[in-house]
């Protein structure tokens, strides 16, 4: 996947838009954040929705209630 020369592990390095990561704290996906972020030079938060899987964010109100909080106030901070 990608052209020549695309190399993924330096995109994340080239974002220069705020970036937003949410994920469960029983995500099997929670790693791939953890990791990410710090190779991002443009604003970013992490936003860890305690108890929640990776599909449970989408589906238990409880936990997409959660997600949803923290949009407003990084969008507010960001946009």
Same mark, same amino acid.
Request: glycine share 8%; charged share 15%; proline share 9%.
């Given at each position: 996947?990608?052209?020549?020369?695309?190399?993924? /592990?330096?995109? &994340?390095?080239?974002?220069?838009?705020?970036?937003?990561?949410?994920?469960?704290?029983?995500?099997?996906?929670?790693? +791939?954040?953890? +990791?990410?972020? &710090?190779?991002?030079?443009?604003?970013?938060?992490?936003?860890?929705?305690?108890? /929640?899987?990776?599909?449970?964010?989408?589906?238990?109100?409880?936990?997409?209630? +959660?997600?949803? /909080?923290?949009?407003? &106030?990084?969008?507010?901070?960001?946009?």
């Amino acid at each position: 996947m990608g052209g020549a020369g695309h190399n993924p /592990a330096r995109t &994340p390095s080239r974002l220069t838009q705020p970036l937003l990561v949410v994920a469960g704290s029983k995500a099997g996906s929670l790693w +791939q954040a953890e +990791q990410l972020l &710090p190779r991002v030079n443009s604003p970013k938060e992490l936003a860890v929705i305690d108890g /929640a899987g990776h599909v449970s964010l989408y589906d238990v109100p409880e936990y997409f209630d +959660q997600v949803t /909080a923290h949009l407003s &106030p990084f969008f507010a901070k960001y946009v």
